[in-house]
């Protein structure tokens, strides 16, 4: 069974930075997507940023520029920088992982507050 333990998030203000990590269980070489999604009060569950297996990275077209993905092969984790927050990225974010027989996986999510 995959795990992912995420750590960071918390609160924040206007203009900040937080950095979000997750850690899988599992070897990199079971992995064929790692990364975030978010879920805002009333709302769907919604892609941050993805990186695959081969390093291509994939964002939200709405968040380019102020969010980095980053991947550490050696540790099978992915690390979420979140700059220049503003509030409508107040969210649980969540961690997914999609291993090569194209089962997800998620962890339980953090909590992401940001305030005006």
């Known amino acids: 069974q995959v795990q992912l333990e995420e750590s960071g998030g918390g609160l924040a203000q206007a203009g900040g930075s937080l950095r979000l990590s997750c850690a899988a269980s599992v070897s990199i070489f079971s992995i064929n997507v790692m990364g975030w999604y978010r879920q805002a009060p009333g709302k769907q569950r919604e892609l941050v940023a993805t990186?695959?297996?081969?390093?291509?990275?994939n964002y939200a077209d709405s968040l380019k520029g102020r969010f980095t993905i980053s991947r550490s092969n050696a540790k099978s984790t992915v690390d979420l920088q979140m700059n220049s927050l503003k509030p409508e990225d107040t969210a649980v974010y969540y961690c997914?992982?999609?291993?090569?027989?194209?089962?997800?996986?998620w962890g339980q999510g953090t909590q992401v507050t940001v305030s005006s």
């Open positions: 990186v695959a297996r081969g390093g291509a990275i």
């Open positions: 997914n992982l999609e291993d090569l027989y194209a089962r997800a996986y």
